[in-house]
């Protein structure tokens, strides 16, 4: 039978039978670890993670190693967006991990890395990464966006070529303006 094909045998399964209902038991982890992040519930949120965690925001190189700074991390998410919510798009499953490709909204209620609340709105799409224990708890996650985004729906960055940004780079950028007006390159 083609299910029961063996595996190269490294301590991975030894089926394809046994892969698929690996896949399914980090799949409903990863769910409900989504579903606790939406309920903001935080001590069932950290019960997804094994005995040791870490969380990986890669547009900020920020890595925080182990659970309480985990902890901590999601602490400061949910006071700084007491509305955030994940709709997750699409799943993907590999024989390692899962990757998940969602959008995140929420409103901008607290302080966050240095920036006062705004109360704006951010809508955007991430995609996380969950690797695995040996019992299939979650050993972490690690997060990429396009934080540019972020900052512009918090009203913190602008498109250089909208008035706003025009002048925000005459302002905060006047010797690269000048030399771009008069042709000189820097070397």
Request: with cysteine; proline share 4%.
């Amino acid at each position: 039978m083609a299910l029961q094909a063996k595996l190269v045998s490294n301590g991975q399964p030894s089926t394809l039978t046994e892969l698929e209902a690996r896949q399914a038991r980090r799949l409903r982890q990863v769910e409900e670890h989504v579903r606790l992040e939406n309920a903001h519930d935080l001590d069932g949120l950290m019960s997804t993670f094994g005995s040791s965690g870490f969380y990986d925001d890669e547009p900020w190189a920020e890595h925080h190693q182990g659970l309480d700074a985990v902890r901590s991390y999601y602490q400061n998410l949910l006071r700084v967006a007491p509305d955030f919510h994940i709709e997750v798009k699409r799943r993907h499953l590999t024989d390692d991990g899962i990757a998940l490709e969602v959008q995140l909204t929420g409103t901008h209620s607290g302080a966050w890395r240095g920036l006062p609340a705004t109360g704006r709105r951010f809508d955007f799409p991430l995609c996380a990464f969950f690797t695995f224990d040996e019992g299939d708890r979650l050993a972490g996650e690690r997060i990429y966006y396009d934080r540019a985004t972020v900052l512009q729906q918090l009203a913190v960055l602008s498109d250089p070529t909208s008035l706003k940004g025009r002048i925000g780079m005459l302002l905060l950028h006047p010797i690269t303006i000048l030399r771009a007006a008069l042709g000189i390159r820097k070397r």
